[in-house]
């Protein structure tokens, strides 16, 4: 990730798969944790939008991908978590954030999409709430407020999110849902579409889904960049 006069060399594309999590010195987080965010998403976000020394959060930071990242990038960075992971990953709820106004330089937060996914056993895990139920997105809405709170003006927040299709409930914009929610308290600086190439399960089970209910793999996650103003 380092071009000959050693200055970074910024990725321009946006492939989720690109680079996996064991690209520089060291592994990053785990890639067999259930959501784990590949590395090189937020390499190119420390890249673009901090510099040696910055303060870095994840409110929500599962494995501890991004305490990896920026430890060997040169960042300080705080990882909470509702259910930690390991011990460098400090205990708490993203709905209220122990940390002082206006302290913080880049924050960067891969939350839960709805409940398709088991991370926890822990009662406040925001992954037990359905997307289908209005309860998920007033609880997204505390934790954009933590973060809006902590940041420093004319600093990014990077929120990673994708949408939801159950046969029940048909499709549902989590995406959109949670950009519309962000807008009112952040500027958007970009909306980039992270495309998981090669995430498939092995069994094909929802190639066979997608044809049996007639719906389109989407394969791709939204990274939303907004800045506090
Ligand atoms: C998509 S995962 C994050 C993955 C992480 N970026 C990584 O690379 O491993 C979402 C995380 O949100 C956490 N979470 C859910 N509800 C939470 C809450 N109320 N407060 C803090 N963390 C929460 C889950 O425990 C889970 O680890």
């Known amino acids: 990730m380092k071009s000959q006069n050693d200055k970074p060399v910024l990725e321009p594309t946006t492939l ?34 901090t510099k040696v020394g910055d303060l ?55 939350s839960p999409y709805g409940d398709n996914v088991t991370y926890s056993s822990h009662l406040d895990c925001i992954g037990k709430i359905s997307a289908e139920k209005e309860d998920f997105y007033q609880e ?29 409930s048909g499709f549902i914009p989590v995406g959109i849902r949670i950009y519309q929610m962000l807008e009112k308290y952040f500027e958007p600086v970009d909306v980039i579409c992270l495309i998981r190439r090669h995430q498939r399960s092995n069994t094909n089970v929802w190639e066979q889904r997608a044809i049996q209910y007639n719906f389109y793999l989407r394969g791709f996650k939204y990274l939303f960049i907004m800045r506090k103003v």
């Open 140 to 168: 997204l809405e505390k934790v954009a407020k933590e973060i809006h709170r902590i940041l420093k003006e004319g600093k990014v927040v990077g929120w990673v999110i994708g949408d939801h299709w159950r046969s029940k």
């Open 56 to 110: 870095i959060v994840d409110p929500m930071c599962g494995s501890g991908t991004t305490i990896d990242v920026c430890k060997e990038e040169g960042r300080k960075v705080i990882g909470y978590d509702i259910a930690p992971t390991r011990p460098s990953i400090i205990q708490n709820d993203a709905r209220k954030i122990p940390l002082d106004d206006n302290s913080v330089d880049m924050i960067f937060v891969d």
């Open 16 to 49: 989720w798969d690109f680079p996996k999590q064991s690209y520089g010195n060291t592994q990053k987080g785990d890639w067999k944790f259930n959501g784990v965010t590949p590395a090189g998403v937020i390499w190119n976000m420390l890249q673009r939008y």
